[in-house]
Every structure is written in C-alpha cells, then in structure tokens.
C-alpha cells in the first residue's frame, strides 16, 4: 500500500504519525511513515471515541439489542446467553474508549496552551 511518487494522494495529517491517503482507483489508505506501515483500516490511533467503541463492539460476540418494553440486553452468538447487564467485555471497550477520549482532548488543551 506504499504510495509511490505520484501514486497515492495525501489527504491529510493526522495524529501519531499516521497520515490519510488516497490510492489511484481512490480508496483511502492510511501511512504512518516512521513506521513504514500503511493500511486499509482505520487505525486505533487515529480513531474517536465512538470509533474505537463500534469497532470493539463489532468485533464482539456480544450485541446489544432492546426489548419491547425498552430495556437494553445483551446476547452472546458464540455461547448463545441472554442477560441484561452489560458484559464486561463490552464495559471494558466502552471504558477504553472513553479514557482515550480524554487523553486525546486533555493532549489537544496541552498544545493549545
């Protein structure tokens, strides 16, 4: 996915050393060039809070869906259980993601000041 010269467009800078590109049939890559490195997927590093939340939600077993009367629960495809409360694996994605999203807008107020 290496971008030669004239291949692949810049998009724009982004955080840790990742940068947004697009390919000549205009997919977007991603390069982090002190790395070496490039991608398809969004990287982590590059994520928001909700990204990197539906991106660990994705990947898991576990979904949450809403009962008719309103109430949220949670099924597991892989060991077919039903419960209401959420399983530590989804809180623990949600918790992640809300720590990085604090740890990227308490980065921005630093070089703000």
Do not use: C
């Amino acid at each position: 996915l290496k971008s030669s010269s004239g291949g692949g467009r810049r998009v724009a800078p982004m955080n840790h050393g990742w940068t947004e590109h697009k390919s000549p049939d205009g997919r977007t890559y991603y390069y982090h060039k002190e790395r070496g490195v490039s991608a398809w997927e969004k990287p982590p590093e590059m994520m928001n809070a909700a990204q990197l939340s539906a991106a660990a939600i994705s990947t898991s077993a576990w979904k949450e869906y809403t009962a008719a009367s309103g109430k949220k629960y949670y099924f597991n495809s892989a060991t077919r259980t039903t419960q209401w409360s959420m399983p530590p694996e989804l809180k623990a994605a949600a918790d992640a993601a809300a720590a990085l999203a604090a740890a990227t807008a308490a980065k921005a107020a630093e070089s703000a000041a």
